[in-house]
């Protein structure tokens, strides 16, 4: 055997070979090893004990086949939740509402955004991680074919770990029945007098309630209360709606602000479910008064409702069954932004009509939010937007960042279900 090369004993003696027999022999006569080689017996046993690093690297690679198998798992998870009817609501009803609760009781602890933390720290980790692998395969001079190969299936490994999570977190509740079939919610073809009533009714409850809430200094409508307040209001709007539709469960914490607001804004992102850590995160930085719907939406997700249009209407549900008047309105302003664009499709002269029915106070607020997002217009918004849009569609919602305006279709179910 050969020891590493410029090795040195305490006399400063150095190593070529092995360690000198005749150094320290008191202490070889008493154990028969060389003190300073990691105390290898000497002689033939010395060459089976430097076998051990090649035998070591085979937990190692038991646990790299360990961690593959997380694709066939998330796999099989995919075709039960797609292809055996009733699997996955039965899995949102029951292993989902159990350790989803457990995970955000958990991140509850935490007063800041652990999902924002998170994301942050990932990013600097994932740089750090490919100089280190590139590092690795410059020096490996002779080898840096299996050192690539190495690296890549250190990420594989990795990404099958996060592809699993994902699916057992909220890939499969993508595949649950749809809220208006567990709910009753008569959703069919709709006539455009339909929509115009639902327009019109939007509107005079908006006319009505924002005198109730508060204005800025350029009489744009602000939010009478913190964040937190606003949050624990949300999540008590949906103790109050369970009432009406026992599916949505409660138990769970109250969103969480975003620090990185304005990067959300960026991206065009009001609020971000983070399945990881069962977090509703916020933007706080859009106008005041899509804040509260925005935190009933991702609070609908949290309750393994993963469909945009469902949530939505979760949403709006959950701010008109609240008693605070920045719910309300919020919810409302949801509603008629996505019930008037449907009709401006349809008849864009009776969906102006309508629009400017609506009060000053309201057409200012609606202005401001115009204001707001154009500034983000470009590149970055429209990429953010092209990969929400994949996303979506492959969670198997087929219509894309489009499928926002199915909302309107419960909207009008809802409207239907009221009047009989």
Not at 98 to 109: D, I, M, P
Not at 194 to 215: D, F, G, I, Q, Y
């Amino acid at each position: 055997m050969k020891f590493r090369e410029k090795m040195r004993c305490r006399n400063g003696s150095r190593l070529e070979k092995g360690c000198d027999p005749r150094y320290n022999e008191r202490k070889q006569e008493k154990t028969g090893t060389c003190r300073y080689a990691r105390r290898v017996p000497i002689g033939g046993k010395a060459e089976k004990q430097m076998k051990l690093p090649e035998t070591d690297r085979k937990p190692r690679r038991r646990l790299w086949l360990l961690l593959l198998l997380c694709y066939p798992a998330a796999a099989i998870l995919l075709l039960l939740a797609e292809c055996v009817p009733g699997f996955a609501e039965q899995y949102a009803r029951g292993p989902y509402a159990v350790y989803s609760r457990a995970g955000n009781f958990f991140s509850a602890l935490f007063p800041f955004s652990l999902a924002e933390i998170l994301l942050i720290l990932a990013a600097a980790f994932a740089v750090f991680w490919i100089v280190k692998q590139v590092v690795r395969i410059v020096r490996a001079k002779g080898a840096r074919l299996r050192e690539a190969g190495g690296s890549l299936l250190r990420l594989l490994c990795a990404a099958g770990v996060v592809l699993l999570l994902f699916q057992l977190n909220c890939g499969v509740n993508y595949s649950r029945d749809s809220f208006a079939e567990t709910c009753g919610l008569p959703v069919q073809e709709s006539s455009r007098e339909e929509l115009e009533t639902l327009c019109s009714s939007l509107a005079e409850k908006l006319n009505a309630l924002r005198p109730e809430v508060a204005e800025d200094a350029e009489g744009v409508m602000t939010l009478s209360s913190s964040f937190s307040s606003l949050g624990s209001d949300a999540e008590q709007s949906f103790d109050t709606l369970q009432e009406e539709y026992p599916l949505l469960t409660g138990g769970y914490s109250a969103p969480k602000p975003v620090l990185l607001s304005r990067l959300l804004s960026w991206c065009n992102i009001t609020g971000v479910f983070f399945p990881f850590t069962f977090e509703a995160n916020v933007n706080t930085d859009v106008p005041d008064y899509s804040v509260p719907s925005t935190m009933c939406h991702e609070l609908s997700h949290l309750r393994g409702f993963m469909r945009e249009d469902e949530a939505n209407f979760i949403g709006y549900l959950a701010c008109c069954c609240s008693d605070n008047y920045d719910l309300q309105y919020s919810g409302l302003m949801l509603a008629f932004i996505h019930a008037n664009n449907a009709l401006f499709a349809a008849d864009a002269e009776k969906a102006s009509e309508i629009y400017n029915t609506l009060n000053a106070g309201t057409l200012r607020d609606l202005a401001a939010n115009n204001a707001y997002w154009k500034q983000f217009e470009g590149p970055a918004a429209e990429v953010a937007e092209a990969v929400n849009d994949t996303y979506l569609k492959v969670n198997r919602q087929e219509d894309g960042v489009r499928g926002y305006g199915r909302m309107v279709d419960l909207l009008l179910a809802e409207q239907r279900a009221n009047n009989r």
